[in-house]
Each structure stands twice: as C-alpha cells, then as structure tokens.
C-alpha cells in the first residue's frame, strides 16, 4: 500500500468523519473504498455501444452476425 495526501474540502472533512465514526472505519478505509468503486466505473468499456453505428464491411459481414463478431473481439 501506498501512502497519499488528499485535501477535502471542511464539508467533505465533516460528512467523511460522520460516516467513518457511524460506520466504525477509518477515514481512510472509506476513500480507498470509494477511489476503488469510482475506478472501477471508469475503467468500464462498453464494447456494445458501437453495435449499429457504421456501416457493413466489404466482406458482406452484416449486422445479423453481430454477436458472432464480438465473440471474436472479446475472445
């Protein structure tokens, strides 16, 4: 583990010690919580956002074989 420094704004500061002394955590425990699922969110890609938004290739793969062209994406 990796020691930082965060500064909070005085209302941040509050609410963050109201929760770590009601949910008996650390201060710190909460934000590498709350860092983690704020990550993880971001770090998601959408891989079917793109489904239907350009036209077909030459090759005559068309939309209908979507899910197998993905298989083949992801794999």
Do not use: H, N, P, W
């Not at 009601?22 to 956002?49: G, N, P, Q």
């Amino acid at each position: 583990m990796r020691k930082t420094m965060v500064y909070l704004d005085e209302e941040q500061f509050l609410v963050l010690k109201k929760v770590a002394a009601s949910s008996k955590k650390k201060a710190s425990e909460i934000i590498r919580e709350a860092l983690t699922a704020y990550l993880k969110e971001k770090d998601k890609v959408d891989y079917f956002s793109f489904v239907g938004i350009a036209e077909g290739t030459k090759d005559g793969r068309t939309s209908a074989e979507a899910e197998d062209i993905l298989k083949e994406f992801l794999r």
